[in-house]
């Protein structure tokens, strides 16, 4: 089943999804794939790297804390998509909205399929890569952030 980024297509429904996010209103069904994604966009495009990381492993691991669910944090692919989205942000046309980036970059790249090119799936749900980066198992990442 593939997820459709419609609710993201303006600034506001996206500072609204980051706020619901760390205020911990927002729902486990709203918080989705694209939810994580445009949350991590959105830090990336306000925050300097190491801090939109830290920031968003802070509320990550809160979401799943509140929800009784903090066995589900993956460092590996938290830090996966952290690097990527960089990447794509860095190559980014500068005069796209926010919105438009955001909605451009999950239409392209809005699928864990990304995941499973780099990394077997033993190896990303594994313990070690749930508590601490590791390196991908099939394909290096290819790009620099």
């Given amino acids: ?18 706020r619901a996010l760390e205020k911990g209103s927002l729902s486990p069904a709203e918080f989705n794939h694209h939810a994580h994604m445009t949350v991590a966009l ?10 939109a990381v830290a ?42 909205s926010l919105a438009d980036t955001v909605y451009q970059i999950l239409v392209a790249w809005g699928s864990m399929r990304f995941v499973f090119r780099h990394y077997s799936q033993e190896l990303v749900f594994s313990e070690k890569a749930k508590q601490a980066w590791v390196e991908p198992d099939l394909h290096p990442l290819g790009f620099e952030i």
Avoid: C, D
Avoid at 42 to 51: A, D, I, K, R, T
Avoid at 68 to 77: A, D, K, M, R, V
């Fill in 42 to 51: 959105w830090y990336l495009m306000h925050l300097p790297y190491p801090n």
């Fill in 55 to 96: 920031h968003l492993r802070a509320q990550i691991r809160g979401f799943a804390a509140r929800h009784h669910q903090s066995q589900l944090y993956n460092e590996t692919i938290t830090l996966f998509w952290m690097k990527l989205l960089r990447h794509l942000l860095n190559r980014a046309k500068p005069v796209t």
């Fill in 1 to 18: 089943m593939s997820l459709k980024p419609v609710p993201y297509r303006t600034q506001e429904e996206i500072e609204t999804l980051v």
